[in-house]
């Protein structure tokens, strides 16, 4: 069942990642599929320094709708950052870490919505 609070929030992420030069971003909507969330945001830079950078501009987004940060993952690495916002959580990969974890795969059945730089 679709969350429209949550769809919103996933849609608000996908467009911060965007603005911050996220490559191939990708909104699934997990809800029926898991209890885990009702949406993932994926999403991949193409260095250590760009993962963080977005990262933190999806922080910095959920800030301004005052939403709160549950969990916060990978930072260090920034070669997966996980930020969970309970119903919607955000997978931030560098390329190739995208590349072996294929969460898009793993998640088939999810509905998606691919969303491109404007």
Do not use: N
């Amino acid at each position: 069942m679709t969350d429209p609070s949550a769809h919103a929030l996933a849609l608000h992420f996908a467009q911060a990642a965007l603005d911050a030069k996220a490559q191939d971003v990708m909104v699934l909507e997990i809800g029926d599929l898991t209890h885990l969330a009702h949406y993932f945001v994926i999403c991949h830079g193409t260095s250590d320094r760009q993962v963080r950078a977005i990262a933190d501009r999806l922080e910095e987004a959920a800030d301004q709708r005052g939403e709160q940060l549950h969990h916060r993952e990978g930072a260090r690495e920034a070669r997966w950052i996980l930020l969970d916002y309970s119903d919607v959580v955000v997978h931030v990969f560098d390329a190739d870490t995208r590349e072996r974890f294929r969460l898009e795969d793993l998640w088939a059945d999810a509905p998606r919505t691919a969303l491109a730089a404007a």
